[in-house]
């Protein structure tokens, strides 16, 4: 038997077509990518949260000559919230890049581990996290629950 999976996003021109809100925010991720540390990919990767008491947090990337030990701009983000605001809901997130060798004119997607911690920070808080893609100029994409990137995913009720 064969099944469809649909995926539904909203895609923008650019920032010029977001909400005031949501164009501060995705302003604020591309700023903040200055602050990643990123000497080997030259890939710099900030994301920022509004949370649902109106404050605001920032992470970004944070690479290290032993791969491994790096970590995504999205899982400091989380950790920061998690020891800084625990139980405190993100309402948007967003998500931007610069980078010295590739033009950031489109939308990234977080990677699978990324992925995956925030579909368990949504599945922890009960609350979906709304996410907003961009670059530096470009297209955007807002998809309106982090779960819908990660289909079939692994959760806690396998542990069960």
């Known amino acids: 038997m064969q099944h469809t999976l649909a995926f539904e996003y909203e895609s923008y021109a650019g920032i010029h077509e977001l909400s005031k809100e949501d164009a501060w925010l995705l302003q604020e991720a591309r700023k903040v990518t200055v602050n990643a540390y990123a000497p080997y990919s030259n890939f710099h990767v900030g994301a920022v949260a509004m949370m649902a008491n109106g404050q605001v947090v920032t992470g970004t990337n944070q690479e290290n000559a032993s791969y491994p030990v790096g970590i995504c701009a999205e899982r400091v983000l989380l950790g920061t919230i998690a020891t ?17 060798s590739v033009k950031s004119d489109h939308p990234i997607s977080p990677c699978g581990m990324c992925r995956q911690a925030l579909l368990e920070y949504e599945t922890r808080l009960h609350k ?21 990137l990660l289909p079939f995913a692994f959760t806690s009720s396998e542990l069960k």
């Open 128 to 148: 979906p996290i709304r996410l907003i893609l961009g670059g530096m100029e470009g297209k955007v994409f807002i998809i309106k629950t982090a779960s819908l």
């Open 84 to 100: 800084l605001q625990p139980n405190v809901e993100i309402v948007s997130m967003a998500i931007s890049y610069s980078s010295d």
